[in-house]
Structure formats: structure tokens, C-alpha cells
């Protein structure tokens, strides 16, 4: 297989899209999928350095495995270092390889990961976890080319393809003194971010139907699948452990009910007895940042409008009768006075007066009582104090 001339793709072309996902195996109909397979496919051709960053069980390997698949190096070995998984007593060993008799136990020669590597890639997975006196080696060898096997004495050259992978935030790792900011910028030239399962919830169908298909043929099992509401019960499930926890998750169910069909109270057996989401919280704080706005600012709008409705309702409920003018003329309207509105018999000249006399009278009506008056006119105490003052009301005139 040849690398392809990605420069000029047209990324609309659904069967180009099919046949990168079925040489790669990264499967998904997400936009975030179809950007993380573009920008696989722009940089596989070179041989630049590359930084691969996510969450644990997002796919980084998957994504490395894909970057030499589709790199001129496919016919040479990829070889796989968990540097989190060697102990530091003889990490430098298995990376550059040692000479006979270089320590106890050193009966041979023996090649290190790097020389496996010749000609072809080496990722080196979770690479925070690299002690920084290894860190130092591994530098020469990105600027060089060359190292020397542990007990040697001559430099081995090596032409290999870096693909680095990590979950921690290697910035801040640099700032905490944990990892060297020169080896950062070497092996940073790309970095590709791995989307996590909450990103791309519009994959999961796709992967489910995968896991279960590949899982059943290869354990000769008959399933019958999962119910439309149970994999809408998948997609809304946060994931922390991502697509590895997913994938787990999906041979699971189908070995403990056995083949049957997954329904969504089936799976809730399963899916309740992780889901650690706390209900006194707003939202999710495992959701992406804009997503958890949308859902916030949701959420917010959605109690203004329960709270405006209800108070809505109290207030109808609680403001005091009011009186129709009807049509306007320019006499006050017998019926004021018939309710005793006003303390004489003389009608006011305007609507000014007229206000005037509805507060004194009903100031004397509460004694005083200046709360109790705004509420029977249906005005806010601050509205009632301003318009005493306004008309000169004082307490002797009361």
C-alpha cells in the first residue's frame, strides 16, 4: 500500500471515507471522528513526530496503529512500549538494548526496542510516565539518531518514526518539573487530540453494532441485539471509561443474558450500577465545556420560566379588585365614590387628584399603615413613597 496524496482528498467522497475507516479501524459517523481520521491521514505520509492526547480508553493506540498504517513505513514494524508498565531499573535496557555482561544477568547481546523498530515506527505509550534520566536519552535519539546499547561502547544508528502517547497534560507536567520542556517540543510537532466518548455520543450505535458483531463471531454466540431505547440509553450514559469501558460493557451484557434481546430495562441493570452522576448537580461535569453551557444556560432559563409562571399566578391571585373607568369622560365616575373611596363628596379635577385622594384614603383606611396601603392599590411600597411625597402627603394632612 502505498501513502496517499491526502493534500488533494475530497473528504465529501463517502466510499474514500468507508475505506480509510475499514484500514484503520476507527469507526464512527461524528464530524469529531471524520476530523480526527482527516488529520490521520494529512500526517501519516511524513515522517514527523507525533503526540497523541486523550483520556484512558479513548483509542490512542488504535490512533498510532492507524498513523503507520497509512504512512510509507506500513511494511515495516510497529513496535508498542507501555513506558508506564517497565520498571525504571531496566526501562533503559529494553529501549536501546545492552552488550554481554553489562550487568548480572546480561548473558547475550540483545536489541532494544529501538533497533525492532528500524525502518519502521515506535509509539511509546503513556510517555509521561518516563523517569527523566531516560528522558534525557530519548532526547538524543529524537535530535541524533543514534544511541548506545546499555554497556556498549559504539553509537547505533536508527531510523524509526516517534509516535508518543499520554493522558496527562504534558505542559503541566513541564511546569511541575516532571518532564523535560525540550524532549515536550521534540515530540509535539503534531499533536493529535483523541476525541472521548461524550464527544462523539453519535458513534456509539455504530461501535456497539461492531463490538457485538465482532465479540459474537469470534465466541459463536446468537444475539439478538438491543432495542432502539436501550442503545438511546447507551448514548446518554457519560462514559468516563470511554470506548474501552464501552466495549467491555457490550460483551458483558450479551454473555450474562445470554444472546437475548437487550432491552432498556435490561440494561439499566447494567448501566445504573455505575453511573455516578449526582443529582444535586446542574449538569454533568464530565461533558465537554460547551456542551455543559448549553445545558446550563438550558436548565437556568427553563427555572426563570417556572418562576416567572408562578409568580404570575400569585400575584393574580393576590392583587387587590380593581375598578373599570370604562370609556373616559371627564366626571369621576359614581361608583368611586359609592365605594367610599374619597373622604368628601367632591369629585377631583384631574386624574392627579384623583390618585391623590385613592392614596389618602386609603392611608387612612390602614391606619398608617403604609405596606397594607400599597398592597390594596396594588403598588410597591418604594412607588407608594414616592408618589406621598410627590403629593405632599404628610401625616398631620392624613
Not at 57 to 70: D, F, Q, R, Y
Not at 122 to 147: A, N
Not at 267 to 282: G, H, V
Amino acid at each position: 500500500m502505498k501513502a496517499r496524496n491526502v493534500l488533494i482528498k475530497d473528504y465529501s467522497d463517502d466510499e474514500h471515507w468507508r475505506d480509510i475507516q475499514q484500514q484503520v479501524g476507527i469507526l464512527g459517523d461524528s464530524e469529531e471522528t471524520r476530523q480526527l481520521l482527516e488529520t490521520i491521514e494529512q500526517v501519516a505520509p511524513t515522517d514527523i513526530s507525533v503526540l497523541i492526547s486523550g483520556e484512558s480508553g479513548t483509542g490512542k493506540e488504535l490512533v498510532a496503529k492507524a498513523v503507520h498504517i497509512l504512512s510509507h513505513r506500513h511494511d515495516a514494524p510497529l513496535i508498542t512500549v507501555n513506558c508506564g508498565a517497565i520498571p525504571e531499573g531496566i526501562l533503559e535496557s529494553e529501549l536501546f538494548g545492552h552488550e554481554k555482561g553489562s550487568f548480572t544477568g546480561a548473558a547475550g547481546q540483545r536489541k532494544g526496542y529501538f533497533e525492532l523498530a528500524h525502518k519502521g515506527s515506535i509509539f511509546l505509550d503513556e510517555i509521561g510516565e518516563l523517569p527523566l534520566s531516560i528522558q534525557v536519552k530519548l532526547l538524543r535519539v529524537l535530535e541524533e539518531r543514534e544511541f548506545m546499547r546499555v554497556g556498549g561502547t559504539s553509537l547505533q544508528a536508527v531510523d524509526v518514526r516517534f509516535i508518543a502517547a499520554t493522558n496527562k497534560d504534558l505542559q503541566d507536567q513541564v511546569r511541575k518539573g516532571n518532564f523535560r520542556q525540550d524532549l515536550f517540543y521534540r515530540l509535539n510537532a503534531v499533536h493529535i487530540r483523541v476525541p472521548n466518548l461524550r464527544e462523539r455520543r453519535q458513534d456509539i450505535t455504530v461501535l456497539v453494532k461492531k463490538f457485538a458483531t465482532d465479540f459474537c463471531r469470534s465466541n459463536h454466540i446468537e444475539f439478538q441485539g438491543f432495542s432502539e431505547r436501550a442503545l438511546h440509553l447507551l448514548q446518554d450514559y457519560a462514559w468516563p471509561g470511554n470506548i474501552r469501558e464501552l466495549r467491555n460493557l457490550v460483551e458483558k451484557v450479551i454473555v450474562l443474558e445470554r444472546g437475548s434481546l437487550v432491552d432498556e430495562t435490561t440494561l439499566r441493570k447494567y448501566i445504573d450500577t455505575i453511573d455516578d452522576f449526582n443529582q444535586s448537580l446542574p449538569v454533568r461535569l464530565e461533558k465537554p465545556k460547551d456542551e455543559l453551557e448549553r445545558e446550563f444556560l438550558l436548565r437556568v432559563l427553563l427555572e426563570i420560566k417556572s418562576e416567572i409562571a408562578q409568580l404570575r399566578e400569585f400575584m393574580l391571585s393576590a392583587a387587590p379588585q380593581r375598578y373599570t373607568l370604562g370609556a373616559w369622560r371627564a366626571e369621576l365616575p359614581q361608583e368611586y365614590n359609592a365605594r367610599g373611596l374619597f373622604h368628601d363628596d367632591q369629585p377631583p379635577e384631574s386624574v392627579s387628584d384623583m390618585e391623590k385622594e385613592m392614596i389618602r384614603s386609603t392611608l387612612i383606611k390602614t391606619d398608617g399603615n403604609k405596606r397594607k396601603a400599597a398592597k390594596l392599590l396594588g403598588l410597591s411600597e418604594r412607588t407608594l413613597y414616592r408618589k406621598i411625597i410627590k403629593y405632599g402627603l404628610r401625616d398631620d394632612e392624613r
